[in-house]
């Protein structure tokens, strides 16, 4: 056992060690230059903003993660996180300010439903004026049926462990759909699949390969249900990406649901982080997770914005004729404060739009952006994440006042121009490829002008 034991490290850390020799070497690949900057996107680009219930609404009914936050006392409180349910009104206007098409949401399950074969008329009231008002602000709405919330009698009932959790979750989402389809929403029905699965998993309360098979069921099923409902329906499960690793740690979900995708969602956040990544791949060789670094704050986490273009590349290469949305895209910042590299928000955004339409213009189909998000919310957890384009500070203003971070005066002249001018540049040049994407960002890098 033992001799086995150190082969699975010596073969660990050759593997490692070559990948990160090749990558190295293929840095001096020379990439795409292209001879003027990016043109503008077309009329028809769908820009956004996202949003999320759970995160955001505040009066939060009984849930798993109403209980998460209850019996972890190092969390923050959730009291009523932004407030949307009392401000969504002022909310929706503040993102049709920015001009923008698209306001995404979430449809709390919990709040829908508050015991088994009861709904609350008052509840789906709420939504149905939600959603009028973003049509009213001349926006398309956006609905996720599931963003990792679901009722407290599902818990009790064994979550995600349960046999009949897809079929629960199914007579909930089907009323969703029969009640909403009408309005031609862009459908998402589960938020980031295996970011779900960690969550739950690391709390106990599912198992990975099990929930992964329930949730490929419920998108499947669902996905089936709103063709039947409306044929020219477009859905989609957006795909948190994961630089350097996405087809080990999506690969198998993405695959159960290839053929019920009739657009890819794809959300994008962070590059590699080639430390990280060796240290993990040594410690599950090991059996061990004795090398592990401890957790950094999500505000640490590296950020190369050029990093969306090889997540976009991906997808159209994964799913050829299909076309690509942005579904989240964002950075934080520790609790309003500014970042550490004096990275500036408005500065991430440019950069970032920059990489869409050098992607747009590379002939990749990508139809639309969604900013996450558009206010500070509760960020599974805490408060200390900040993503919002408006600042919130529910820890300690009573008001909840927004307050306009730089980016939204960027992101309403991006709206305007169709992205950002052919004469930009980025405020970051592409970082070595090895802190990008690896092997694509090494073995076929894109270069800024």
């Not at 929930?211 to 709103?226: F, G, S, V, W």
């Not at 309403?412 to 980025?426: C, E, F, L, N, T």
Request: aromatic share 12%; proline share 8%; with cysteine.
């Amino acid at each position: 056992m033992r001799f086995r034991h150190h082969r699975r490290l010596l073969v660990a850390l050759g593997s490692v060690v070559t990948t990160l020799f090749l990558c190295a070497t293929s840095a001096a690949v020379p990439g795409t230059r292209p001879a003027a900057g990016p043109p503008a996107l077309d009329p028809a680009f769908l820009w956004g903003v996202s949003t999320s219930g759970f995160q955001t609404e505040g009066r939060t009914p009984d849930s798993n993660w109403s209980r998460y936050v209850a019996t972890n006392p190092g969390y923050d409180r959730l009291q009523d996180s932004a407030d949307f349910v009392g401000r969504y009104s002022s909310d929706i206007r503040l993102a049709a300010g920015l001009g923008v098409k698209v306001f995404r949401i979430g449809i709390e399950w919990a709040r829908l439903q508050p015991a088994p074969g009861v709904w609350d008329p008052a509840a789906f009231a709420f939504y149905d004026a939600v959603l009028a008002e973003i049509v009213r602000a001349g926006m398309r709405p956006m609905v996720t049926l599931d963003h990792w919330v679901y009722p407290g009698w599902a818990v009790d009932r064994g979550g995600w462990r349960a046999p009949g959790m897809v079929d629960d979750w199914l007579a909930n989402m089907r009323k969703v759909v029969d009640r909403y389809a009408s309005l031609d929403p862009l459908w998402v029905t589960v938020n980031e699949p295996v970011a779900y699965i960690a969550h739950e998993t690391s709390r106990g309360a599912a198992d990975a390969p099990v929930m992964l098979d329930r949730l490929a069921q419920a998108h499947n099923a669902i996905y089936d249900h709103i063709h039947r409902v409306r044929p020219t329906a477009q859905v989609t499960s957006n795909i948190g990406y994961v630089a350097g690793a996405d087809v080990q740690i999506n690969g198998a979900l993405v695959d159960r649901i290839a053929g019920r995708l009739d657009y890819v969602g794809v959300d994008y956040y962070f590059a590699y982080d080639p430390v990280r990544s060796l240290l993990d791949t040594v410690s599950k060789a090991a059996g061990s997770s004795m090398l592990s670094l401890p957790g950094q704050p999500i505000w640490e986490l590296p950020l190369r914005t050029e990093g969306i273009y090889y997540a976009l590349k991906y997808y159209a290469q994964r799913f050829p004729g299909k076309p690509l949305y942005v579904v989240e895209n964002g950075m934080a910042t520790d609790n309003g404060l500014p970042r550490a590299d004096g990275y500036t928000r408005s500065d991430h955004l440019r950069d970032t739009v920059y990489w869409i339409q050098r992607a747009r213009a590379d002939g990749i189909d990508v139809i639309g952006y969604n900013y996450w998000s558009l206010t500070d919310n509760y960020e599974w957890g805490s408060y200390s994440p900040r993503f919002g384009l408006y600042s919130v500070d529910v820890r300690s203003d009573p008001t909840l006042t927004r307050w306009p971070t730089d980016a939204v005066g960027a992101y309403s002249q991006i709206v305007a121009a169709g992205g950002v001018p052919a004469g930009y540049r980025p405020t970051r040049p592409p970082a070595l490829c090895l802190l990008v994407d690896p092997p694509a960002s090494c073995l076929t890098p894109v270069a800024a002008p």
